[in-house]
């Protein structure tokens, strides 16, 4: 098997590291953190610079790349600004892997070049007060009136919500536990739709609102996928998850990798304050354990991308990917946290930063509980 990195996915790599180093310095990380507010700026030159394109098909005028090349972005980018890489799921994945996936012809064409440009940004509703690891429980209703769908009820923990021009908004349609659900592309400019910002310990910038919709009218051609899809919004989510797992595995591995090289950083200065030949033995094995561990999770993260591209059955192992990276991510954080003391403690270290922010990867996009549920039925138990 070869699933080393494409000439294509290399310069996109590059790409990213460069605009890394252009536009996100560690000043700028910090006052989007200080400020909790959504990162306008970073996200409309990340579109003037083409990155919205690198999932789009090529016949909208994409890049036309594979979860690998929405991989290598993230990762990058949260090797600098953690927060920036949610925010940019609102276009990447929950606008355009979305219609990519699930969207028809008339939605693509309506959506797909306004994403490209960085004109649009798209947020998916799905979590409720009381439907967060069973999904399925979702209450928020679409009841047809007329001509029109009435959308009432609310969501809890909708990152994007109060910035994002469309919401992918899940709601039940029928009694049916699993053939009850349908996606609806609601215009957040809607009356009736209405999202407060939540303060959280990180992800400082990211938008996470609560939304209520108040008889909040769509039309049927507004269904994901248009009115054929009518009930089959939970298996539209299915055809996602792997995607999102990989995606925000990388995320865990970008901050592990500057968590690491922090701490490489930290010792070396600190061994310049002693005589040579001091070693601090202890530490360095420290440093090594979390080097091999983030490893392990970035070849098992890259192998279960490699299965996805070839079309290969690999819920197990996106699951493995998602729970693994997550938990290893935090545990190096935390490792990180311990090696550098209270210079790692102080609000100028960008590692007390990433070491709120990596626990939201164990929660967001399925729990490393539900992650093990799904690995343990597919081993047969």
């Excluded at 507004?222 to 990388?250: D, T, Y």
């Excluded at 311990?338 to 939201?360: H, K, L, N, W």
Aim: with cysteine; net charge neutral.
């Amino acid at each position: 098997m070869d699933y080393s990195f494409s000439k294509s996915q290399q310069e996109l790599r590059e790409k990213t590291i460069a605009f890394v180093k252009s536009e996100i310095s560690r000043d700028v990380a910090r006052e989007v953190d200080r400020s909790g507010k959504f990162p306008h700026d970073l996200m409309n030159k990340l579109g003037q610079q083409g990155f919205w394109k690198i999932n789009i098909p090529a016949q909208y005028g994409g890049d036309d790349g594979s979860v690998v090349d929405l991989m290598i972005f993230f990762e990058e980018i949260s090797k600098a600004l953690p927060v920036l890489s949610w925010t940019a799921g609102d276009v990447l994945l929950y606008g355009n892997n979305i219609l990519k996936v699930n969207g028809n012809e008339e939605q693509r064409q309506k959506y797909l070049p306004g994403l490209a440009k960085g004109e649009l940004i798209f947020c998916f509703a799905l979590t409720e007060p009381d439907a967060g690891s069973d999904a399925a429980n979702i209450q928020t209703s679409a009841e047809l009136v007329g001509d029109h769908y009435v959308i009432n009820g609310s969501k809890m923990f909708i990152s994007g919500a109060s910035v994002a021009n469309i919401s992918v908004t899940n709601t039940r349609t029928s009694p049916d536990r699993y053939n009850g659900i349908t996606s609806f592309l609601v215009d957040t400019s809607s009356e009736g739709y209405s999202a407060t910002p939540i303060k959280k310990l990180g992800y400082k910038g990211s938008d996470t609102c609560e939304v209520y919709y108040k008889d909040v009218k769509v039309s049927s051609d507004s269904i994901l996928g248009g009115p054929e899809c009518f009930n089959k919004g939970w298996h539209q989510m299915m055809r996602l998850l792997n995607g999102e797992r990989l995606v925000l595995s990388a995320c865990s591995i970008g901050i592990a990798d500057t968590v690491i090289r922090e701490c490489i950083s930290y010792l070396k200065n600190k061994k310049k304050q002693y005589a040579p030949g001091i070693r601090f033995q202890e530490t360095e094995h420290k440093i090594a354990e979390m080097a091999s561990q983030l490893e392990a999770a970035r070849q098992l993260a890259y192998y279960a991308a490699w299965m996805m591209t070839q079309g290969m059955e690999c819920v197990k192992e996106t699951s493995m990917c998602k729970y693994f990276c997550a938990d290893t991510g935090k545990k190096i954080a935390l490792m990180g946290m311990e090696i550098m003391g209270a210079y790692g403690y102080t609000m100028d270290s960008c590692v007390q930063q990433f070491f709120r922010d990596i626990p939201i990867l164990s929660i967001g996009g399925g729990t490393s509980q539900i992650q093990k549920n799904i690995i343990a039925k597919t081993l047969g138990l």
